[in-house]
């Protein structure tokens, strides 16, 4: 520019002065305002250059700002840190990252080879060294993992991968790579071993096998259960169909669950203990039970089923032998579980309430069965209708002793509830009627039994107070007649004292008598008129004696009956 300057003044002066001779003086004046051209042109270049060079570098500069804070969130998001050593001067150089990996943000790492290894685990230290010389060597890229040590004494796990930089001659001149923590991932490694394990662990113990079918719903995918259990091989099995080996009556019978079942697969929807049985090729018929969820792609594309199953046929023959015992039972008999959910129930149970039938279903509560029953109008045509449901379902839960229950065609039901070992409920339901109506008879005869035994208890007592007074009146008549029995002993004793004198007399009087006759001794008149007139008083006496006692006897017989007066004691 300062050249060209110069030029053009130059030529102009000289065609301004040509043919006139120009003095030293004016070609340096020419000379000192080229350069003055010069310097302004110049500075003016320059102020245009900043301008142009700030405007052009920076967008650049904010873009690679941005792409460098990106990669640092990118990495720190990651855990993943860069690295480069420069082989020459042994020189490392650390992202941000690394430093946060390692726990060197307080200066720790100081840059050199040394400093690095020191963060290896003693055990891993040999094994990074003999990779990094290997790859040098090959100047092949390298891939390890090994522990480090940070300096809070924390162990992490860390994953590395590593490039060998040439130069023309194909000499090794820098070593650059990647760090990235995967201590977490390790962990949820190990704890994803350690569910697999347990897994096949918990499937190689189960009676259960697994099972997955894809969006045509054939199998796809058995464990190994299901052969061990079954006998078949994969190529029997898979690609096939759930009802391949089933029982046809129960495929073309659409009141059965398989058309219950084909409409949830249609509509993919889950399914929880679908049983069928099957007629396998070795002649074995084996009854499963099955649930399973259907499968969906991030899309929420149904892609298939995944589910459990198992075999039941032991628990199903002893079910049925179950269900033959409970229905030779001659009462009605029902089973619910511990959740209070109908397990089993035999004929009985519903043939003597009709329209049970209908709506009783295994699987649903005792209170639901009820409360369907009474919406139906069905209990109150057949049930307990004198129970409100509350007071039903109270029962039911907490069953006591049996309580009998009219029915509205006069038959009369025994309802009998009691808990089980594993808190279930029993309900055994009797016809009592004709034990009711002899209950009923033999109340009515306890009943005129009852009231003739009053009757007869009252005549009874009303005899015993008789008799009783009778026998009162029979002890006072012994003991009147014992005390006249012992008056007239104590007068007979007085009375024998009374009668002897007159006859002792009469025999003295005799006596004389005889004497006289013996010794044919006269006696004059006198004498014998005084002996005849003794004699004559004893028999008198005697005459009155018996008199008396002929009075006591018929006092005492009731021949004569006493009158009672009041006399005085003086005449006496």
């Not at 002065?17 to 010069?38: H, K, P």
């Not at 050593?85 to 941000?96: A, Q, V």
């Not at 697994?210 to 299901?226: A, L, N, P, T």
């Not at 329209?355 to 069905?378: A, D, N, P, Q, Y």
Request: hydrophobic residues 35%; glycine residues 6%; aromatic residues 10%.
């Amino acid at each position: 520019v300062a050249a060209l300057a110069i030029w053009v003044m130059y030529n102009a002066n000289l065609e301004h002065t040509r043919g006139t001779n120009l003095s030293n003086t004016d070609i340096r004046e020419s000379f000192f305002v080229a350069i003055q051209i010069t310097i302004f042109g110049a500075t003016a270049l320059i102020l245009l250059g900043v301008l142009l060079f700030r405007f052009v570098s920076t967008p650049i500069s904010q873009q690679l700002q941005e792409t460098i804070n990106r990669l640092a969130i990118a990495q720190r998001i990651a855990q993943m840190g860069n690295w480069e050593r420069n082989l020459s001067t042994g020189e490392i150089w650390w992202s941000d990252e690394m430093y946060r990996i390692f726990g060197a943000e307080n200066g720790e790492f100081t840059g050199s080879l040394d400093s690095f290894l020191a963060f290896v685990h003693p055990e891993d230290l040999f094994k990074l060294k003999q990779v990094i010389t290997n790859a040098v060597e090959t100047k092949k890229p390298y891939f390890l993992e090994y522990r480090l040590i940070r300096t809070d004494g924390e162990e992490r796990r860390v994953q590395t991968r590593g490039a060998v930089e040439v130069n023309k001659d194909g000499f090794p001149i820098n070593l650059s790579g990647t760090v990235q923590d995967i201590t977490e991932l390790k962990s949820v490694e190990g704890a994803l071993q350690a569910s697999e394990e347990r897994f096949r662990d918990f499937t190689a113990a189960s009676s259960d096998w697994y099972w997955e079918m894809d969006s045509d719903f054939k199998f796809i995918y058995f464990s190994e259960k299901f052969y061990e259990t079954t006998g078949l091989t994969p190529d029997e099995r898979i690609g096939t169909f759930r009802d391949k080996y089933s029982n046809p009556r129960d495929l073309f019978d659409e009141s059965r669950t398989w058309a219950r079942h084909h409409a949830d697969l249609q509509e993919h929807k889950p399914f929880k203990d679908f049983e069928y049985e099957s007629h396998l090729p070795n002649g074995r018929t084996l009854i499963t039970q099955t649930s399973g969820i259907p499968i969906f792609d991030a899309d929420g594309v149904f892609i298939g089923y995944r589910g459990t199953a198992r075999n039941i046929s032991n628990q199903k023959r002893t079910l049925y032998l179950l269900q033959d015992a409970v229905e030779s039972i001659p009462n009605g008999f029902a089973l619910y579980d511990s959740d209070d959910r109908l397990a089993l129930y035999n004929g009985k149970y519903i043939s003597d309430r009709p329209g049970v039938e209908k709506v009783i279903c295994i699987g649903e509560t005792f209170e639901e069965h009820i409360r369907k029953l009474s919406k139906l109008g069905i209990r109150n045509k057949n049930s307990e209708i004198s129970i409100p449901i509350e007071e039903r379902i109270k029962r039911h839960q907490n069953p006591t002793e049996p309580w009998t229950s009219p029915q509205p065609d006069g038959r009369v039901m025994q309802i009998d509830e009691f808990k089980t070992a594993s808190g279930g409920t029993a309900v055994i339901r009797t016809d009592v009627t004709k034990l009711a109506r002899t209950e009923q008879a033999l109340r009515t005869s306890r009943d005129q039994l009852e009231q003739r035994v009053e009757a007869r208890t009252i005549y009874l007592r009303k005899e015993i107070r008789e008799r009783k007074r009778m026998e009162k009146q029979l002890r006072d008549a012994v003991a009147a007649e014992e005390s006249a029995h012992q008056a007239k002993s104590r007068f007979l004793a007085s009375a024998s004292h009374d009668v002897r004198q007159p006859l002792h007399a009469l025999g003295l009087f005799l006596s004389v008598l005889d004497d006289n006759r013996k010794n044919k001794t006269e006696i004059d008149d006198e004498k014998a008129g005084e002996l005849i007139s003794r004699m004559q008083g004893s028999l008198e006496a005697l005459e009155h004696l018996f008199e008396a006692l002929s009075d006591i006897s018929k006092l005492d017989s009731g021949l004569t009956r006493p009158d009672p007066m009041k006399f005085s004691v003086s005449s006496l």
